[in-house]
């Protein structure tokens, strides 16, 4: 017989709110309070391990609606995908029409996910060189991978720079954005005044595109056009 203790224990239930349905993922734990979080159409709730149903739900009745309202729009769905901010219909396979003229095949939804993900670490590094050089910086590595929490990351010891694989979904100014906040880091390793008045100086209109990041805002401002349709020509060449 098992004679430890249960740390961690899932349940995966439903929850309908103004007729629609939405999964339900308990995780208890120990933990003192519950915690709620809307992961598209998932909720995910973080419980102490002797909170009762009843506690769970009441709080689910009173926080939905809210985790609801700020909801990101999606960047991805069945039939659609935004990539650099453009949204395109998506295929299961076949090609994306990209707005600088160009084809991107893909034979599967999988054999995608491989080469964007080429083509997005291509884009980055590419503006990662342009800023480092306006920045006056030496080199960095240029990492991308999957950050559910995070955009980006500076890692001091190693020297790399480190994206979050979603952000090919936005605008290129946003990109910037997220760029000139990671090297920052190389120049102040904090958030302080000072860290940045160095991110103001090279994006003077950081907190509206943050703004817009953390709202999902993926669509791209006209001035940005040439500027992406230059990157997708040279990294698709």
Not at 40 to 53: G, Q, V, Y
């Amino acid at each position: 017989m098992f004679q430890g203790i249960i740390i961690t224990m899932k349940q995966f239930e439903e929850y309908k709110y103004d007729n629609k349905v939405y999964k339900v993922e308990i995780t208890r734990k120990r933990m003192k309070n519950i915690r709620y979080r809307l992961v598209e159409d998932t909720f995910k709730i973080s419980a102490p391990n002797l909170a009762s149903k009843r506690s769970i739900y009441s709080g689910l009745d009173k926080f939905a609606g809210k985790l609801i309202s700020k909801k990101k729009p999606l960047s991805r769905g069945d039939d659609f995908i935004y990539l650099f901010g453009y949204r395109y219909m998506f295929p299961e396979a076949g090609e994306l029409h990209l707005v600088n003229g160009q084809k991107f095949k893909f034979s599967s939804r999988d054999d995608f996910d491989k080469k964007i993900r080429k083509v997005f670490l291509s884009i980055v590094t590419s503006r990662v060189r342009y800023f480092e050089n306006l920045m006056q910086l030496k080199p960095h590595n240029v990492r991308v991978r999957i950050m559910n929490t995070r955009y980006g990351s500076n890692s001091k010891a190693t020297r790399t720079v480190t994206f979050a694989l979603k952000l090919y979904s936005y605008s290129l100014d946003i990109l910037d954005a997220i760029v000139v906040h990671e090297l920052a880091h190389s120049i102040h390793f904090d958030h302080s005044p000072a860290f940045y008045s160095v991110v103001y100086k090279y994006c003077p209109n950081y907190v509206v595109l943050h703004k817009k990041l953390q709202k999902g805002v993926f669509l791209w401002l006209k001035k940005f056009h040439q500027k992406l349709t230059l990157e997708l020509n040279m990294q698709l060449a």
